[in-house]
Structures are given as structure tokens and as C-alpha cells.
């Protein structure tokens, strides 16, 4: 008999929010296994194929099983440790740059006592660390597609020496990092100084598995950043973050994304936040279940097991937040309120404490749905509503987005409108001025464009264009038209953002934005006392 596909129609989908996703494809996948089940009762026997992973009951998936222990062995057998190869390797700092590393991988298939060894030097890896697992396991949600089984470990390292150079290797029983045959899969990673002194991080959004990603990460790793910051829309599994007829969820692609950053993140930590495409229903009732499994990032935020994609870190002089939009967002409303205002209040209090700290010059937000943006999804009103006023009372100095697949820089904005104009080249005090905003999506997606007759205006090639029409979100998700003069910098291309941090009595930002070819396309400059 054929078996029915469980996906969510479109029609309905985009009624429902995260958690009513969440159990309807739990409802629906239980009863086609129970159809399915008695098909096969009633033709005789038990139907070949049916059992194994796919027909283990739901509730397995519901929340990622973790431990010290062994991953659990597919149904064929278990394979020798020594002929199966850890990959897709990341690392993300823990709250504290200078002394916490977390260092995350996946294995294809199941090993025995997993862990991580760390050193001063690539042939002395002394010291041992158990890797926790965390299994995800997802089943056949389309005809089309299997059901797979993921693997993926994590060790934190505590009580690091700050601007450090560590060397480490993952390893399981049977595969030993520390072997001679083993040394050329050894990594390394600098923990931050113990006071601030000049760096360099980068950012962008919307990545996704393909050639143009992997170029972007190639230049990415030659500005040796301290960290990367990822805006969400990560490895796009699922492919439109909508629920329409051509949406589909493959598990897979978060193999093939991690294979692909490997180059980068195994020595740069990837530290990520959430985009719509990152909302997996499967998973959990807030759709973070999946990103819970895969990434280990500093538990600081509201609720670190609820929403791991928030968070906050200092590195050097500059205070960094993560925020999970989807919970404010006009235009997505699939999770919008989850939080029910606990992460916005988090917010108020962590900008807040890192204006209050004397090592602190400047403070970067960094999240997915755009504040300001005339591209494709232009700008999201509710962001706006609920974190705007923050920004403004603590005087944030850079905001960084992703969601729409551009290159776009505004003006310094205060209170709606343009408070300082700010050329390619220019300067501005985000206390005087106002916060400027940029648009780093063109990591690597399909890229978009900018409304009709609105030309690309970047660093060596300037179209002067005093207004732009476009529109931005309300609450009962309308496209509120706008006509609005704080559009600066346009580019239509592959790219990514690059910010050197300089410290002492001038510290500033220098904050350069550099195309797939590491051409710059703009530069400015943020300064406090300018």
C-alpha cells in the first residue's frame, strides 16, 4: 500500500504556529504508522521495512536524547570505531571567551565512547574530555525522503588560560586523534585575552550548502576573525520556512552544511542565532529542538534549553547579543510571543549590564528578520515595536541582520528617521547620531534584489538616490508602504561583513563589508566621541 506523505499543507501551515506544526505532524506520522501497521496485519504478516528506526514511536524524536554514554547502534550492527571518521566540527565559545570552549561534531554512524583530547602542542594532547551525545532522530516525513539518524557530540571545556593557542582532536574508541596516523586531524583555537586588544570578527546570513558558501567561508578564514557571527537561515533543511507546496524538510543537508563549514569553524567559533528557516516542527513544539542538538553555545540567555539562539558574550572591548527574532516577528508570526516578552525583558537587562561595564566600548546586536531593509522581505515592524526602544536607551552601536540575500547598509537612524548621513568612508557616534544597521545576507542562498529602478550603489561604484520605496511589516501582516532616505550602501552579490575592534582612549569600530572576491564594497566607521 502506498504510504501518505505527512507534511503540513500549505494552506494550513501558514494558520499554524510552531507548536501547532509540532503536533500535527506528531498526530499525523502516528497515525500512518498505525496505518501503515494494520495494512500489514491485514495482508497477513508484518510488512518488510517496516520496522527499524522508522517505525519507533514519536515520542523519540521529542526531545534529543543526551549523555556521556554510547550512541545508539543502527539496526544493522555496529561498525569498528577505527574506520568511522568524526566531521563537520564547529566551535562556539561558552559565556566566557576567556576560559570556556565548546567543541561540537557529528559522526555517520554510531561510536563507543566519544571524547575530545586538548594540548599546548598538536603531538602532546594531554588531557581527556567525555563528549556528551546528543541523538536526532528523524523520521521518513515525505515519500520522498528517508528517515535519518544523526549523531551529534559535544565537549565543553572549562578553566582555559585566556589568549591561549589550544590544540585538540575528537576522537572515539577506536579512533584516537592523538595517533600518528591521527595528527592531521588535529585542530586549534585561541581563547580571548585576558584584556582587550585589537581583533577582528565577521558576520553574515543566510548560508545555506552550495558553491557560493563555501567561497564566502574560504575569504572569511583568510581575515583570521577572533569568531564568527552567523544571523540566522543556517543550512536552509528546510528549504522555505513557509510550509508551501514545494516545502520539504531534509535532515541531511545539516550533514552536508557542517561538512562544508568545517574548513572554518573547526578553528573559528561559529556563533549562531535562528532564522525562520531554522524553526524544524519535527523537533520540538518551539522548532528548536534540532538546533538544541547541533549547536552548543553560552547558556546565558532567558532559557537556554528553550532557545538556544539566545545569548550574549564580551570578547575584548565589544559586547555581543543574540536574539531570536522569530519571537517579535510581523511578518513570520509562526513563533512570534513564545517567549511570552521573558526574552525582551532578558534584553533590556543584559544591554543594560554591558553598558554598565567599564571594558565595554561597544555593543553589537545580531539576529535574522531585518530592522531596516528595502530588499525582498523589507523590514519587520514587529522588531521594530519591541527591541527599537531598547537600542536607542542603551545606545547600541551596531545592529547586523541577515533574511534578506543582499548586501544593505543604512544611514545612522534615530527615532524613524535619518539622524546622520553616513557616505562610504564616514563616521558616526551612535550616541549623537543614532544605531546603523546592516543587512549581511549574501552568504551563500540565492541571492535577492531591490525594488524596481532602485540601482546597487556600493564602494567604487555610488549611485546617488535620495528616496527609496518600500514597505515594512504591521502587526496584522500588511505591507505598510514607506518612502524612506536612509538606503546608503546597495549590492546585489555574495558577501559578508568584517569589524576590526580597536581599543585605548580612541577605540572604534572599522566596520569593512567585503564581496565573494574579497573586493571591499563599503567601509565606515563607529565611533564613540566622535
Known sequence: MDTPDVGIPPQLAR???????????????????????????????????CSGSDGESPERASTPKSGPATVGAPATGRLPGSVIAPFGRHLAFGADPKTQMRISWQVPFAVKKPYVRVGAKPWDLTRRVEAEVRDLHTPSLSKKLPAVEQYYLHAALDGLRPGTTYYYGVGHEGFDPASAERLSTVGSFRTAPARPETFTFTAFGDQGVSYDALANDQVILGQNPSFHLHAGDICYADTTGHGKDSDT????????FLAQTESVAKSVPWMVTTGNHDMEAWYSPDGYGGQAAR??????GFDAKRSPGVYSFTYGNVGVVALDANDVSYEIPANKGYSNGKQTKWLDRRLGELRADGSVDFVVVFYHHCTYSTSTHASDGGVRDAWLPLFTKHQVDLVINGHNHVYERTDAIKGGEVGRPVPIGGSTDPRRDGIVYVTAGGAGKDLYGFPDGVKDSYEG??????????????????????TVEWSRVRYTGFSFLAVEAETGAAAKLKVSALAQNGERIDY??????A
Not at 524538510?249 to 552536508?256: E, K, M
Not at 549547536?295 to 546565558?300: I, R, V
Open 15 to 49: 494558520r499554524m504556529s510552531m507548536a501547532e506544526q509540532h503536533e500535527y505532524l506528531r498526530t499525523k506520522l502516528s497515525r500512518r504508522r498505525a496505518l501503515v501497521t494494520a495494512g500489514a496485519f491485514a495482508g497477513g504478516g508484518l510488512l518488510i521495512g
Open 249 to 256: 524538510y531534509d535532515a541531511r543537508v545539516w550533514d552536508l
Open 295 to 300: 549547536w552548543s553555545l553560552p547558556d546565558n
Open 461 to 482: 561604484k555610488v549611485v546617488d538616490r535620495e528616496t527609496v520605496d518600500t514597505f515594512h511589516w504591521t502587526k496584522s501582516r500588511d505591507e505598510n508602504k514607506d
Open 524 to 529: 565606515f566607521e563607529v565611533r564613540r566621541g
